[in-house]
């Protein structure tokens, strides 16, 4: 089978696990041939948004990779919100694919890939909704024209020829549904995924981990993670921990932070020694962190590092958005703020046997609800 995967609604990011990265991944391992074709936008220095050269090269598990080039709408900002782009209706024609993965529906490419649909009648097109209120047209002028205008007539114009519409979260299926008019019946859910790391190769990651940071087998290890905005709510997990009078619990950061915040943050870190800033980790690091961790600590915006928490065992903080409802069963917290996430950590202190527990139902629901494996498998589907 033929599998293009089109990551034109956003950015595409090598050597990263984001959804883009992994698919194309496990369905070139069980056998496909697959092809991605993808926008010059990527994040600069792990931090911030920018763009490169058009070309072709292979990903680093040997999947081709073609870099489009936008066209030109009137200036390079609108060009790059308008989303269509220069050889696109060529390089998939030329593929000829079986199943086209459409990452995304705020493009105008999308109508590249309908149009060949409706040419080949035959051929499976899938596209996804990742974004959510917390991320997608907050702005007033974005969202009335470029999403509930523009993006919305392409997405209405490519329908028909759309086979399923994925959904990553409740949240994203309901802003999808009231900014583009997405009917019910197009939407399917699937989430987020993450690779299962078994409990023997997790065992020998938290070993490597905790005796390179000198963190005792039974210390309680916190793990934040990520882009740290203000909205991750970094400052609220160090106030809780610093309200907490227990040698044995550790907290480990790794990620980045803002320019402007930097230093502050840093300096709040220097404050309390069972605190770690890691720095930003590729994505082997931060999967031995993940195995190493007690707690995957999420109180502020959504990011897919917590489905690959899941996928490690670790015990879950989380921020109750109606996307992660989902993801608790029995096995962590829901908190909003700094007396939530000091509540839990109290409840650990005088409880430390709950998190194995808790660890194994993240196995049994990850298992479940997050292999990679049987999310790639949905595009081999014919119905």
Not at 67 to 93: F, H, T
Not at 159 to 186: C, H, N, Q, R, T
């Amino acid at each position: 089978m033929k599998i293009l995967h089109c990551c034109l609604s956003s950015f595409y990011i090598d050597r990263y696990n984001y959804q883009e990265n992994v698919l194309p991944r496990i369905n070139a391992e069980d056998g496909h041939d697959v092809k991605i074709l993808a926008s010059t936008e990527v994040y600069i220095n792990n931090s911030e948004l920018g763009y490169i050269a058009e070309g072709s090269y292979l990903t680093e598990y040997g999947v081709p990779i073609v870099r489009l080039p936008y066209k030109k709408i009137v200036c390079d900002q609108i060009s790059r919100r308008w989303r269509d782009y220069e050889k696109l209706e060529g390089e998939i024609a030329a593929f000829a694919p079986d199943v086209i993965m459409f990452h995304g529906t705020c493009a105008v490419a999308l109508l590249a890939a309908a149009d060949y649909k409706m040419r080949h009648p035959d051929v499976k097109l899938f596209t996804d909704v990742h974004g959510d209120a917390s991320n997608t047209a907050r702005n007033p002028l974005a969202k009335q024209v470029l999403h509930k205008l523009i993006y919305r007539f392409v997405i209405q114009k490519s329908l028909p020829m759309i086979d399923k519409v994925f959904y990553i979260s409740m949240d994203a299926k309901e802003l999808a549904g009231e900014l583009y008019g997405i009917p019910e019946d197009k939407f399917e859910f699937l989430p987020l995924g993450g690779v299962i790391v078994d409990e023997e190769r997790k065992a020998s990651y938290r070993t490597e981990i905790r005796k390179g940071l000198e963190i005792a087998e039974n210390d309680i290890v916190l793990l934040h993670t990520g882009k740290m905005d203000r909205k991750k709510k970094t400052r609220d997990i160090l106030a809780a921990l610093a309200a907490v009078d227990a040698r044995n619990i550790r907290l480990l950061i790794a990620g980045t932070f803002p320019a402007e915040d930097r230093e502050e943050m840093l300096s709040f870190i220097g404050r309390d020694d069972r605190v770690s800033f890691l720095g930003w980790k590729d994505w082997d690091g931060l999967m031995k962190l993940l195995c190493a961790c007690d707690v995957y600590v999420q109180p502020g915006v959504q990011s897919a590092t917590m489905q690959n928490a899941l996928c490690c065992g670790a015990i879950v903080m989380l921020y109750p958005w109606k996307s992660h409802e989902v993801y608790l069963k029995r096995n962590g917290w829901f908190v909003e703020n700094r007396d939530d996430i000091e509540k839990a950590l109290r409840e650990i202190i005088a409880d430390p046997a709950i998190l194995q527990g808790m660890s194994a139902n993240s196995y049994k629901l990850s298992r479940e609800l997050l292999d990679y494996q049987k999310i790639a498998a949905r595009l081999y589907c014919t119905h």
